[in-house]
């Protein structure tokens, strides 16, 4: 009831705020704060004329209660909107629905979809927190008339919460920051299973006033804190679970330490995982000056032809497992449960890595008013020092490597070509390549547009399996380059909405572990396909049902474990109610075919292909109710339905296994908030 009654008031206090707050403007106004405003903006954010035949220009008003705001990503020229949509939790969730995790959110994840790694180079091996991370790739650079700044909060069961914060503003029209950060901690349904995520990011873009040189920089920073049970020690006591969960016995810990505390980011037997990242680009163009005339404004516009790129990064890493409670009673179930015998009263691993990396591009613009067109040519130079359990320092490595790329939106956004390569030519992964090639065409707004592409990637095998690094392999040896083909299309009718696409993988010397200790190669080619359907169906006015089906199928018996079929399919009563009311709310299942699902390694933080368990798991069913009211959004969600069990009662009892040992929680509440407010 208390928290029944938190979200009420919650609810009470935004219409009340309203009043007085700002609210983001939708996507059919976003392009001018007035519909008769003859001012629009190019690829890159500039303003430029309409062909409207009307040389006037309105101003704006400043006090007005609109905003302008939007956003692209690190790398990319094409523009973006906020997304104010509320129908898919998972988008504002850290986990993606394609990921299971070991039991626990915040905990490693691994994904049910085929999605080998594809990045040559430098790769210290450890990627089962990734998608937890905030990355140069899905950074935002944003541009806004005015502050905008978001808040986010959720709580769910066993005290799990997680809070969020962005905070963006243009101080001038050529000066933006924004700084971002996210914490999660969720103390977890089983013993010695608190996880935390702690995510920073701090970005600022800076352009000269006669446009000619420009600055970003970003800091991110991440760490991930996750302690590891090992799993259950005897699995066939959740058939007969009457309580907690809580109370049963796991592989590692000790369970006299273990508490449920949501302010609990301590570990004692676990991972912790840390990044930082400084990147700095700056660029000095050459070009073609310009300005747009109104009746009462001259707007200064720059062209740039070729540009000289610059871009600066350094980036920390540091890997680390560590069990600081083997006592007697400890060393037998390491012996007992993952065969390794141990001698010391704590265990301790740590790969860090540093990494300084300088590129210098040259970018040449064919046309004027289309910076979505490109030609760049790049040099980067890296170097690597790497030092394991603070004693053994390795030095002197070095990577250097040649790229190039070609990009091509054309103005009526008709065609969409993207080529690029990378090219190790001396250092560490001498050898390594990446080339990839896409091709997108728009067939007309009723026909939707069809994407076709091909990406072949040479990469070396991860510092993991060098003999250097302190995490226990039981055979490192001299493994091979893995390589990887992929020919993927994508057909997409936004009109009739649906999308289908496909990818078809080809494999070779594909590197995998099949024990806790154990790493291998398959030096023969094996294939993959994949088949995903996207649709909404309309299925009365206020009734809609998405859903999404992946089908995937390898040849000839590879170290690869893959559900045939992953669908998530949702069921929602969807409308605008009371003029300011946007609702969604229905059910959500989730499915995949039973298959061998992967088993893990908490002391190499890896998955690993198992056979001796299938899982034949009950769908997952999930209750929601989402809502959004003006800038003030809300969910609340009711999960693992397909947890309830009536023969000894009404019961969520029936708990799903997430990996071999591990078990997924039973009935899970949570509520929470997406508040935006315009300064």
Known sequence: MRLIRVFICLVITSLLVERVSAQVRNNSNFNNSNSNSNLTYDSQGRPMRKNTGNDS???RDNQADSITIFYRYFDSTRNRLIDSSINDYSLRSPLPYTYYTTGNLGSAAHPFLFSPLMQPGFDPGFHAFDIYKFTLENTRLFQSTRPYTEFNYSLASSAEQMISFLHTQNKKSNFNFSIEYRFNNAPGNLKNQNASINNFRFTTRYQTLNKRYEAQLFIISNKNAASENGGLQNEAKLDSLFNDAYELSTRLGIAGIARRNPFNTGVNTGNI???SIFFLRHHYDLGTKDSLV???TVIKLFYPRIRFEHDVQYSTREYQFIDYNVDSVNSKRYQQYFNYKNTNDTIRYID?????SNTFSLISYPEKNNLSQFLKLGVTVENIQGKFNDTITTSGLYNVFASGEYRNRTRNQVWDVEARGRLYVNGLNAGDYDAFVSLKKSLGKKIGSLSLGFQNVNRSPAQLFDPSSSFPINNRTSYNKQNVIRFFGVYDNPQQQWQLSGSYYGVSNYMYFDSFYTARQEAALFNVLQVSLAKKFKLSRFWNWYTEVH????????PVKLPFLFTRNRIAFEGVFY???NLSTGFE?????PYQRDNYSPFLGQFFVQSSQTFSNRPDINFFTHFRIRSFKGFFRVEN????TINNGFKFNKLSKMAPHYPNVGLWLRFGIWWSFVN
């Open 57 to 59: 220009l309105k101003r």
């Open 273 to 275: 995982y840390k990044e």
């Open 294 to 296: 109104t009746d009462s």
């Open 352 to 356: 860090k890595w540093n990494k300084l």
């Open 551 to 558: 089908l995937q199928q390898t040849t000839g018996d590879p």
């Open 579 to 581: 003029k300011n009311l």
């Open 589 to 593: 299942l989730i499915y995949h075919s």
């Open 641 to 644: 339905l397909n947890t309830l």
